[in-house]
């Protein structure tokens, strides 16, 4: 099972699919936020003989369920991604993001390991002065806001800066966001925040 609903329709690259540049073939793919850009809609793909076991065993209902302003917002969404080159241009913008936050990781107590594929991006915040790494990803995390810089948190501890931009970044984002994570790192170590 692949969950595409953060990594799907281009954040990892031209492959759209996470699954597929990982060079699997998923027996159910789940899909969501991204295939209507804002338009509420989502998928389960999945092979038919799957569908017809499920459908002999559990009655499927829904009340919003493939309406034609549904389906013309999926059709939009990969129109304008093949159009505009935005899952190529998240590698480019991606590959900047990761090389800028492995840059400023090697100087950095406060960060670990860097990982991400195109403009999905995982940095490890580590502990420090006695707080654990999760305490300390807390922290960091109120303080990018404070330079209007949005992250989230995850990893089975929540100490992994989970960094998802949108499609439409430019290598200036990077640039905003890398000096707001700076600066929020600075402040942390200094007792700032």
Same mark, same amino acid.
């Given at each position: 099972?692949?969950?595409?609903?953060?990594?799907?329709?281009? =954040?990892?690259?031209?492959?759209?699919?996470?699954?597929?540049? /990982?060079? *699997?073939?998923? #027996?159910?793919?789940?899909?969501?936020?991204?295939?209507?850009?804002?338009?509420? *809609?989502?998928?389960?793909? &999945?092979?038919? $003989?799957?569908? #017809? /076991?499920? /459908?002999?065993?559990?009655?499927? @209902?829904?009340?919003?369920?493939?309406?034609?302003? /549904?389906?013309?917002?999926? %059709?939009?969404?990969? #129109?304008?991604?093949?159009?505009?080159?935005?899952? $190529?241009?998240?590698? $480019?913008?991606?590959?900047?993001? %990761?090389? =800028?936050?492995?840059?400023?990781?090697?100087?950095?107590?406060?960060?670990?390991?860097? =990982?991400?594929?195109?403009?999905?991006?995982?940095?490890?915040?580590?502990?420090?002065?006695?707080? &654990?790494?999760?305490?300390?990803?807390?922290? !960091?995390?109120?303080?990018?806001?404070? %330079?209007?810089?949005?992250?989230?948190?995850?990893?089975?501890?929540? #100490?992994?800066?989970?960094?998802?931009?949108?499609?439409?970044?430019?290598?200036?984002?990077?640039?905003? @966001? *890398?000096?707001?994570?700076?600066?929020?790192?600075?402040? !942390?170590?200094?007792?700032?925040?």
């Amino acid at each position: 099972m692949a969950d595409e609903v953060q990594s799907g329709y281009g =954040r990892s690259g031209p492959k759209l699919w996470r699954f597929a540049l /990982a060079g *699997i073939t998923p #027996d159910i793919v789940t899909l969501g936020k991204p295939m209507g850009a804002g338009y509420p *809609i989502g998928a389960v793909i &999945t092979r038919r $003989e799957i569908a #017809d /076991a499920l /459908a002999r065993r559990y009655e499927y @209902f829904s009340t919003f369920a493939a309406t034609p302003a /549904a389906a013309a917002a999926g %059709h939009a969404v990969l #129109d304008v991604l093949q159009l505009t080159g935005l899952p $190529e241009q998240a590698v $480019e913008v991606g590959a900047r993001m %990761h090389r =800028r936050l492995r840059d400023l990781a090697a100087d950095e107590p406060l960060l670990g390991e860097v =990982r991400g594929t195109g403009l999905l991006t995982g940095v490890d915040v580590l502990p420090a002065g006695g707080a &654990t790494s999760r305490e300390v990803a807390r922290s !960091l995390l109120e303080q990018l806001v404070t %330079h209007g810089v949005l992250a989230g948190l995850t990893g089975p501890r929540g #100490d992994v800066l989970k960094i998802r931009p949108p499609l439409v970044w430019q290598p200036g984002h990077v640039d905003l @966001f *890398i000096d707001g994570l700076h600066r929020s790192l600075s402040e !942390l170590r200094t007792g700032r925040a």
